[in-house]
């Protein structure tokens, strides 16, 4: 990384206040494995340090969301769509081809939004609990 070479213009670079960290975590890597991880963490502009806690914040991140979070959205889009399709027919109601469009548009616009609430739904109750 050019901050190691000692370059004058380093010193106009302005980094973020530090964080107060005092927790270490620590691993063992054969010395072709930290070259290249070395390397990736070089390669984003990144001290290997910064890099390796990027990565295991974001992957603890993930660990809080399904592992298929696309997954997840679709089946929540199932769910709008037979909660939303079946409530009417029902009632005895029919369902024009531009009325499913319609639906079809809505759940498309909305599956996100439903799949962050019912995780959301799912959290609040862990929180709950404890």
Not at 39 to 53: D, M, Y
Not at 67 to 77: P, S, Y
Not at 85 to 103: C, I, N, S, V
Request: charged share 30%; with cysteine; hydrophobic share 35%.
């Amino acid at each position: 990384m050019s901050a190691l070479n000692g370059n004058s213009h380093d010193k106009d670079v302005r980094r973020p206040p530090r964080i107060s960290r005092n927790c270490t975590v620590s691993t063992k890597l054969t010395e072709t494995e930290f070259a290249e991880i070395e390397r990736l963490a070089e390669e984003r502009g990144q001290w290997l340090s910064e890099w390796v806690r990027d990565l295991l914040l974001e992957a603890a991140q993930e660990q809080k969301t399904p592992r298929n979070h696309a997954g997840f959205v679709e089946i929540q889009a199932l769910r709008l769509l037979l909660v939303n399709t079946l409530e009417p027919l029902l009632r005895g109601d029919k369902m024009t081809a531009e009325q499913f469009k319609e639906m079809l548009r809505y759940v498309k616009a909305n599956k996100r939004k439903a799949a962050e609430d019912t995780l959301a739904s799912y959290a609040e109750r862990n929180t709950e609990q404890l």
